[in-house]
């Protein structure tokens, strides 16, 4: 079981990363329910006791067995096998098919390192999957599958039409795969959280993301978040692990992730800004004096300037080593992994105001961005 370690309230947060098993219950429901106005929607059932329905229908929360036949057959169970040997195991769901192939939008973190994987639909049929692209800022990798045996395309909704307090839920494979295909619910609990994620051993970055309530647990990664009309309105990724916590899971709004889809589908690497300097928090002090920068006691937050590229945007703007960036385009910055996060909202190209701290003085200069491999 892989983990990602994310930092939020100073408490740990840990992706949901998933182990592996076989086998689940099966339920019956009634064919016919009625709805809200009265009338009868036509309906059948298979043995997992989920309820079919078609696509157009508008539900409320009395209807959550059907919403949940609206997104039921478009999850999958994906298994990370490497050198031949399961390592991990998470979700997935399906956002398109077009001619043979279908495609799976899952997490990052499910996929990384796969040297083979194998993606089991809700009819117990296994496909093996190819990953198109991936992105471990984002978080979010494209998979394709042949499209033979796929039934059911995932309708894609908006966070941003969700309110705090909405009815959500989740389909997924968590713990292991003999849970595949659970579904749990609960509320949106809040929008635009602020969580910093470890990427690697060396690098932080900021995740802006949706909380919610309902269970998420280990192997729910990559799976749906969805409206209680079946709408996906998310890409389930974090949750909060302490032992006196319950109920804290996180999930990638979908317009968001919607945004690279045709990047990462291409396998296109994505294309970050440069600004052109090292950093570290000023929270970090024994380490910003080693490299011989002495800092006002009176700045708190912000980020530190270590080194500045030759030719960057920052060196063409005048910054330098023991500067103290505190903003960018207004917005104030507290550390590295914030300043990231706001500058990779831009393109290359683009011009920024950036905000320092230089001899007890601010400066506000306009820097332009540039790619990375310059």
Partial sequence: ????????????????VAGAGGGYLTYTFLEDQISENNTIVEQTTNTTGVVKCSSDMKLDETGIATSVGKIYDATVTIQNYQNGRLTSSG????????????????????????TKLLLTLSNDDQIEGEVLGSDPYLDLAVVRISSEKVSLV?????????NIGDTVFTVGTPVGYEYRGSVTKGTLSGKNRMVTVSINSTSDWVMNVLQVD????????????????????????????????????????????????????????????FVGISMLNVSDS???????????????????????????GAEKA??????????VNGTSVSNAAYLKYLLYQHEVGDTIE????????????????TKLED
């Fill in 1 to 16: 079981m892989r983990e990602r370690i994310v930092k939020f309230l100073g408490l740990l947060l840990v992706v949901v």
């Fill in 318 to 327: 005048g910054i330098k080593k023991g500067d103290v960036i505190t903003a």
């Fill in 354 to 369: 950036i905000t320092y701290i230089r001899d007890q003085k601010q400066k506000t200069v306009e820097v332009t961005l």
């Fill in 91 to 114: 979700s997935g769901f399906i956002y398109k098919k077009e001619g043979e192939y279908a495609y799976v939008l899952t997490n990052h973190h499910v996929v990384e390192d796969a």
């Fill in 154 to 162: 995932a309708e894609i909704g908006t966070s941003d039409d969700s």
């Fill in 286 to 312: 024994y380490r910003v004096y080693q490299y011989g920068i002495r800092l006002d006691p009176e700045i708190e937050e912000g980020v530190v300037v270590t080194s500045v590229s030759t030719g960057s």
């Fill in 214 to 273: 309902a269970a998420i647990n280990p192997g729910n990664s990559g799976g749906p978040l969805l409206n209680a009309n079946g709408e996906v309105i998310g890409i389930n990724s974090l949750k909060l692990v302490e032992d006196q916590i319950e109920g804290m899971g996180f999930a990638i709004p979908i317009e968001y992730a919607m945004k690279y889809v045709d990047d990462l589908e291409a396998g296109r690497e994505l294309e970050r800004p």
